[in-house]
């Protein structure tokens, strides 16, 4: 087989995964929206999210945007559209007041938009430029579509009315050796430059030295929560933030969202539609940035930085090297991790035994966003691509980071260098944490280091 053979072979076979991909996203797409009726479609259930039927179209103009006008060289099918789907024009509280597409229309929209964006991924020769190389473009479109879907699952938990989602149940969990795990200090690789769909702020690679910490083996439960909560530390200024304490006033911030004591004095929880009691093991979901630090605080720790969260989650000690995930370099399978809407919550703690990390710590990747104390900031030597949209225009301010994804995200729009930012305040995301602490001298004279 001759080199150039070899190479169409390649490209053929990522043309093949790039379309399967897409298929899968538009897939996820269609069963969030054709799950509700029209009025749920065109409504606003909370000022913090688009109308369902804002995030479909807007999947359409994105795609149509990169892979239709940019990657086809076609001419725009619906210009007048372009500033209705412009995140940046329009808050979200706002959209439900602008002249969309009807939900007909917006099914058809991105249908035809489809249709013209396979024929570019036909043409396209996958290498060249740099937005068509190894089909980035595609790649961004793909995970810019997974991400709404999430987006549009959390606005799913976000209404009213007869549950419309179902999934299976999580595998059941199981007993950990330790409740958490020494992290000696160290450099560490950081970031990537070397995968082929990783977007800007991920790049590029660079080795961080980390001093020695303690991680919890797991994210805090709703059980451990719920001890938080029931000793009054939501009425306890000691353990926030003056920040944070500002906005637990200010929001009347009680617990979690969506729980709610019974008569007995129990704690219930409503998702997707549906009231059942909180699992004591599962980890805890709808918290924002200052709950969880007043946790931590609480419970004599702190959040992570999130250097050293991909420390534990990717660095193996024994070989110095750093993975792609924290098995190893193979992809997310079921047995690794809950991610991809396979179930409708988080899963117990110690249900994924074979996506732990070489030092011992779980459930990094998937279940719940995880908080970190880290402000969302550039690598060094970033370099803004294809646009400053996606990362730039976000790098400071109150931005907190989240970390490893959550059981509404997909593998294809997660790896373990993914960063997700949101203002603290935050928490209709699926969003829990892990606490650490600091590790003193006489941990590393124990341990050899």
């Not at 907190?400 to 729009?413: E, I, Q, V, W």
Request: hydrophobic share 40%; charged share 25%.
């Amino acid at each position: 087989m001759t080199a150039t053979s070899t190479q169409d072979g390649d490209a053929e076979a990522l043309r093949t995964r790039v379309a399967d991909l897409l298929a899968a996203s538009r897939a996820r797409s269609i069963a969030l929206t054709d799950a509700v009726d029209e009025a749920d479609l065109v409504a606003q259930h909370s000022p913090l999210m688009s109308p369902l039927v804002w995030d479909l179209a807007h999947i359409g103009s994105q795609e149509e945007l990169w892979l239709v006008r940019d990657v086809g060289g076609r001419e725009p099918l619906r210009p007048e559209i372009d500033g209705l789907y412009d995140a940046f024009q329009h808050s979200r509280a706002s959209r439900v007041e602008l002249p969309l597409l009807t939900p007909s229309e917006a099914r058809t929209y991105v249908a035809e938009v489809r249709d013209k964006a396979l024929d570019a991924l036909g043409r396209s020769p996958l290498t060249g430029r740099r937005l068509e190389r190894h089909g980035f473009a595609f790649g961004m479109i793909v995970q810019h579509e997974q991400q709404h879907d999430e987006t549009m699952l959390a606005t799913h938990q976000l209404r009213t009315g007869a549950p419309v989602l179902h999934a299976p149940a999580p595998p059941p969990g199981s007993a950990l050796p330790a409740r958490e795990v020494y992290v000696p200090a160290g450099p560490f690789e950081m970031g990537t430059s070397v995968e082929p769909w990783a977007l800007d702020n991920e790049r590029p690679a660079h080795t961080v030295d980390v001093g020695a910490y303690w991680i919890d083996t797991a994210p805090v439960t709703n059980g451990e929560y719920a001890e938080f909560v029931d000793a009054g530390g939501y009425d306890d200024p000691r353990w926030w933030s003056d920040a944070g304490w500002r906005h637990r006033v200010d929001a009347g911030v009680v617990a979690p969202q969506f729980w709610e004591r019974d008569a007995s004095g129990a704690w219930f929880r409503d998702r997707f539609g549906v009231r059942a009691p909180v699992v004591a093991d599962e980890p805890v979901v709808h918290v924002c940035f200052h709950e969880a630090a007043a946790y931590a605080r609480w419970a004599g720790k702190r959040l992570p930085t999130e250097a050293e969260w991909e420390k534990a989650a990717r660095h193996d000690p024994a070989t110095g090297r750093t993975r792609r995930y924290p098995w190893g370099d193979d992809e997310p399978t079921p047995r690794h991790a809950n991610l991809g809407q396979r179930h409708l919550q988080p899963a117990p703690v110690g249900a994924y035994p074979l996506g732990a990390s070489p030092l011992g710590v779980h459930q990094l990747i998937g279940d719940v966003w995880e908080w970190l104390d880290t402000g969302f900031h550039p690598y060094p030597g970033y370099e803004t691509f294809p646009y400053p949209e996606y990362s730039e225009v976000f790098f400071g301010g109150d931005y907190r980071m989240l970390r490893g994804g959550s059981f509404g995200t997909d593998p294809s729009a997660l790896r373990s260098t993914f960063r997700n930012w949101d203002h603290p305040i935050r928490r209709q995301i699926f969003s829990g944490f892990r606490c650490a602490r600091d590790a003193g001298a006489r941990d590393a004279a124990e341990r050899g280091a």
